[in-house]
């Protein structure tokens, strides 16, 4: 058409419900369209907002720590957590877990001599080093842990949750932009970036160690459900069964120093490889 172009102009949109709940955050919605113009005109970007009374979402610091602590457990947790298997699917398809019973043993196995004499015990010693802002001993941690996941799926698993957590802490925990800095330069992995928030819960190293354990064994239930499959009920015996021991596992790592702490757990290793390249029902490598 003489004398009129075409533009594309963008409409972005803040609104927020008109009643708000304290977990509800104002949303973002943008719309593009493509509008003529006549010649000679610049091209515009409209932005319209519209404005409402809303009720900020709690920052970490106002909970009490045991509330902190059930936030850094749940399962809700934006990290990705209960989409990592750990082992478990390839330990299904070679016919070691199979049943409730299998499947009990596998996961307390991996609590008692992996999570509490590596990533627990890590935690455990992390939180302090964070509190005490003593950089070179947290390098020295996550030195470790970047050294110690024994294939690439466990070491994509620890730094796609470290970074998840490194967001949502930076958006809802307010931890100090100090800590924040320090964690970016570490690269982040999912031990440090937990012990960091952990660290300014509040909480004593072992109620924050129990629920780093607890956040663990739920996860780990849920993906045994789906993929060995068992039901609800299984699933709760063996969460229980888990939190029996979960005390044990926290004095282990607290009780552990650099040259006790390990991750040795060579059928882990060679089963978590073997799921890098296996074709699962649920979760895809």
């Not at 319209?48 to 009490?64: C, H, K, N, V």
Request: hydrophobic residues 45%; glycine residues 4%; charged residues 15%.
């Amino acid at each position: 058409i003489t004398g009129i172009r075409m533009i594309t102009i963008t409409i972005t949109i803040m609104r927020t419900a008109t009643v708000m709940r304290p977990h509800q955050a104002r949303r973002a919605a943008t719309m593009t369209m493509t509008t003529p113009i006549p010649m000679g005109m610049h091209t515009a970007t409209i932005t319209a907002m519209t404005t409402a009374t809303s009720i900020p979402l709690p920052r970490m610091p106002e909970l009490t720590p045991l509330l902190q602590l059930i936030w850094l457990a749940s399962p809700a947790l934006p990290v990705g957590g209960f989409s990592y298997s750990e082992g478990l699917e390839a330990a299904i398809d070679a016919g070691r877990v199979h049943d409730e019973a299998s499947c009990g043993d596998w996961l307390l196995d991996q609590l008692l001599l992996t999570q509490a004499r590596g990533d627990l015990a890590l935690i455990a010693q992390a939180i302090p080093a964070w509190q005490a802002a003593d950089v070179l001993r947290l390098r020295e941690l996550s030195d470790w842990v970047h050294a110690t996941r024994e294939s690439q799926e466990l070491r994509l698993q620890t730094e796609q949750m470290g970074r998840s957590l490194w967001a949502w802490l930076r958006e809802m925990a307010q931890v100090p932009a100090a800590d924040l800095q320090t964690l970016t330069e570490l690269a982040p992995t999912w031990p440090m970036a937990l012990a960091l928030a952990l660290a300014h819960s509040g909480a004593s190293r072992e109620q924050a160690l129990m629920s780093a354990a607890f956040g663990w064994a739920e996860n780990m239930t849920q993906a045994a459900l789906k993929s060995v499959p068992l039901g609800q009920s299984s699933g709760q015996r063996m969460l229980a069964r888990l939190a029996r021991h979960i005390p044990e596992a926290v004095q282990t790592a607290l009780s552990l120093d650099d040259e006790g702490r390990q991750v040795m757990s060579p059928m882990l290793a060679i089963l978590s490889a073997r799921h890098e390249t296996q074709y699962s029902r649920l979760f895809r490598s």
